[in-house]
């Protein structure tokens, strides 16, 4: 089966703060997303990642960036930390290109005070 | 302006019954639809996917629906056990390389005892 982990399942951070949330598969996906989930908003794509060191704006990625290093690994990180960005955040991969599913891991829900 | 939509927030269904759940999308390039059911605190688990070439795909209990013309898709649980209760996501997806899905706002299903 394929694993997506997200390193943290809660975290707390501070208003200003820059926060990093890391996201690690094990089957060798091409592709890693990563969406926040908000009441009554569903899920939305901040950024995704097509191949190592390649990356692409998703439909909310303001205050965001992301960083793949390594094929496996898929980092968020929030450059200056503000309330409205206290959210669940999900990553997610798949395997190739082309209609594939998506492999969520289980969740950051990060607070922001 | 939201590409995909659940307009039902929440919906009850006794234990055994069928539950219908809904989706609609507004653009036609739309061609990969996906289903992910979700509890609290956990990742989106995938359910059952279906392409637009197709207008039904079946999975046990569960068989989406698909409506090209309509722009409609449903999901059908039968029988409708306790343990599905969760929130569900439709998920709509197009494109050549990689697939970035928008996802509906969610319905929760509460299946009653």
């Known amino acids: 089966d394929v694993k997506v982990t997200q390193s943290s399942r809660y975290l707390v951070k501070r208003t200003g703060e820059k926060v990093f949330l890391e996201c690690v598969q094990d089957m060798d996906h091409e592709n890693m997303f990563w969406y926040r989930q908000d009441p009554g908003l569903g899920l939305r794509l901040i950024y995704f990642?097509?191949?190592?060191?390649?990356?692409e704006k998703g439909d909310i990625p303001e205050g965001y960036s992301v960083s793949r290093e390594k094929k496996e690994r898929f980092s968020l990180i929030l450059e200056s930390a503000s309330t409205n960005q206290t959210s669940m955040y999900l990553c997610?991969?798949?395997?190739?290109?082309?209609?594939?599913?998506?492999?969520f891991g289980s969740g950051t829900q990060l607070s922001v005070l | 302006d939201q590409q995909v939509k659940q307009n039902s927030p929440s919906l009850s269904v006794q234990e055994g019954r069928i539950s219908i759940l809904n989706c609609d999308y507004t653009?036609?390039?739309?061609?990969?639809f996906l289903w992910y059911k979700k509890y609290p605190a956990e990742g989106p688990t995938f359910l059952i996917s279906?392409?637009?070439?197709?207008d039904k795909n079946e999975d046990g209990r569960f068989t989406v629906f698909l409506n090209k013309s309509a722009k409609h898709l449903s999901l059908h649980i039968v029988p409708s056990q306790p343990g599905d209760s969760a929130v569900y996501f439709c998920a709509a997806g197009a494109g050549s390389g990689t697939y970035k899905y928008i996802f509906g706002t969610g319905t929760r299903l509460k299946v009653l005892a």
């Open positions: 997610a991969s798949s395997a190739r290109q082309g209609p594939e599913k998506l492999f």
């Open positions: 279906i392409s637009s070439i197709k």
């Open positions: 653009n036609s390039m739309f061609d990969y």
């Open positions: 990642s097509y191949d190592v060191k390649m990356k």
